[in-house]
């Protein structure tokens, strides 16, 4: 369905615009309305992004923070390009947990926070009470937060969704200082397409969006067509996770059975497990099997005990690393 809408679309000579079409934010709101409860103006408070990975790296940049020396935040685990992000923009980052924000600790000298619900690798899942606190501690600092949401809809344990940092409980109905970044690379299958969005308050979406148009940052036309068919079916979306799910269930006692323990993973792609002992060493008996998984260390000092293996193998493949691990 996703592919015909893309072939539809595919006669664009046209330089599309950097907004994307009143259809495609309309089909976002619509989706961010559906599915995280948040209400948004389409014409000002959403914007395409060509894959939410472009968005981690420049955001820093392309909000000015250099002009300010301001740091970049991001959890101790974390994706690699939060850090990056801030390298780019000749910013330090500065490790802060969710939980020691929650603890009270100083953001000053920040100017934008990286939060990261369902995390990746973790698959740590933030409660709407604890994304509302550090709501109010970014906004009492005046930092800028970004909540990384690529995960959201992939939730095993508890809520089928994790919520969003607009979700209203969240915000208290206002979005100011804050920004949702989200990928249809894991719900629909479409990392290939280079398809996300991001939401928020309008004036940063505003700033932003200038930026972008001098910065040539425009999602294809066709892929803009893709997006919104994707957007507006929730049955392939649906169909999609069942397909994690069951490999899930297939992957996981066959991982314990191999003697890690399973931490959170409760929501996204990936079990994050550990030995206790060093993620090389991990890594290495993984390995022996033929089974490739990712160190943890490769997402901070925080995971230097645990790796991450992914749910995206095949059927087939998943079925052969559960033998393989029950076999060890």
Known sequence: MIREALAAAADWPGYPTTQGTPELREAIAAF??????????????????????????????LLGLRQRGLAVAHPAAAYPTYAMGAEIAGLPARVVDADEILSGADLSGVGLLWVNSPGNPTGRVLTTRELARIVEAARAAGVVIASDECYATLGWEGAEVAPSILDPAVTGGDHTGLLSVYSLSKQSN???YRAAYLAGDPVLVENL??????????MPGPVQEAMIAAL????????????????????RPAVEAFGLRIDHSEAGLYLWGTRGEDCWETIGALAELGIIAGPGAFYGEAGAQHVRIALTASDAVIAEAASRLRGA
């Open 190 to 192: 479409l990392a290939g």
């Open 232 to 251: 507006g079916d929730a049955a392939h979306r649906s169909a999609q996770k069942e397909l994690y799910r069951a490999r899930r269930a297939v992957l």
């Open 32 to 61: 961010c309305r559906e599915v995280f409860g948040a209400q948004l103006d389409p014409a000002r408070e959403v914007l395409p992004l060509v894959g939410s990975k472009e968005a981690v790296a420049w955001l820093p940049t």
């Open 209 to 218: 969006l200038t930026a972008r148009k001098h910065a040539g940052m425009i």
